[in-house]
T-cell receptor, first 115, second 110 residues
Framework: DVKVTQSSRYLVKRTGEKVFLECVQDMDHENMFWYRQDPGLGLRLIYFSYDVKMKEKGDIPEGYSVSREKKERFSLILESASTNQTSMYLC??????????????FGPGTRLTVL | RKEVEQDPGPFNVPEGATVAFNCTYSNSASQSFFWYRQDCRKEPKLLMSVYSSGNEDGRFTAQLNRASQYISLLIRDSKLSDSATYLCVVNKKYGNKLVFGAGTILRVKS
């Protein structure tokens, strides 16, 4: 079974803090993604990576950065947390599948609250 | 206009009922279509892919209408365990990125 793990299930931080969210996958997938999920808005892509040290902005990258130093690990960084970044953060991974888009496997999510 | 639009529901149905969800997408170049299921406080998981003209998996049938840019999910003989949020998912024009609808809530009651 594919396993995607995230470092924390629940996190509470204060405005202005630097926040690190870690994601690890054990299936040797090339692609990794960070989403946030908010009620009524669904999942929105923040950043994704298709290879080590490679990254691309998603639809809502402002206020976030990412790091992928190893294939299995993809980190999301909030440089200076703000209250509007309170959300559920979901990490996902998928293999490269040529022209066909393949299934994404999700981690359990991190519910981040910024006070 | 949202890239993927779904009726948020909730759909409240009795056990054994047949229920159908619809989804429309705006990018005519999309090639891959999926239905994901998300249980309360859990991560989304793939329910079924929808390729070409649609497919069936047990009690679940997915249909794709490219001309109308419309996807549907039909659930027959609903079970209590089908209660969840169903996410319509479409790929972006290029690459391995997906666009998720906001989801349709299904509640099956005994």
């Amino acid at each position: 079974d594919v396993k995607v793990t995230q470092s924390s299930r629940y996190l509470v931080k204060r405005t202005g803090e630097k926040v690190f969210l870690e994601c690890v996958q054990d299936m040797d997938h090339e692609n990794m993604f960070w989403y946030r999920q908010d009620p009524g808005l669904g999942l929105r892509l923040i950043y994704f990576s298709y290879d080590v040290k490679m990254k691309e902005k998603g639809d809502i990258p402002e206020g976030y950065s990412v790091s992928r130093e190893k294939k299995e690990r993809f980190s999301l960084i909030l440089e200076s947390a703000s209250t509007n970044q309170t959300s559920m953060y979901l990490c996902a991974s998928s293999p490269i599948a040529g022209e066909r888009v393949d299934e994404q496997f999700f981690g359990p999510g991190t519910r981040l609250t910024v006070l | 206009r949202k890239e993927v639009e779904q009726d948020p529901g909730p759909f409240n149905v009795p056990e054994g009922a047949t229920v159908a969800f619809n989804c429309t997408y705006s990018n005519s170049a999309s090639q891959s279509f999926f239905w994901y299921r998300q249980d309360c406080r859990k991560e989304p998981k793939l329910l079924m892919s929808v390729y070409s003209s649609g497919n069936e998996d047990g009690r679940f049938t997915a249909q794709l209408n490219r001309a109308s840019q419309y996807i549907s999910l039909l659930i027959r003989d609903s079970k209590l365990s089908d209660s969840a949020t169903y996410l319509c998912v479409v790929n972006k024009k290029y690459g391995n990125k997906l666009v998720f609808g906001a989801g349709t809530i299904l509640r099956v009651k005994s």
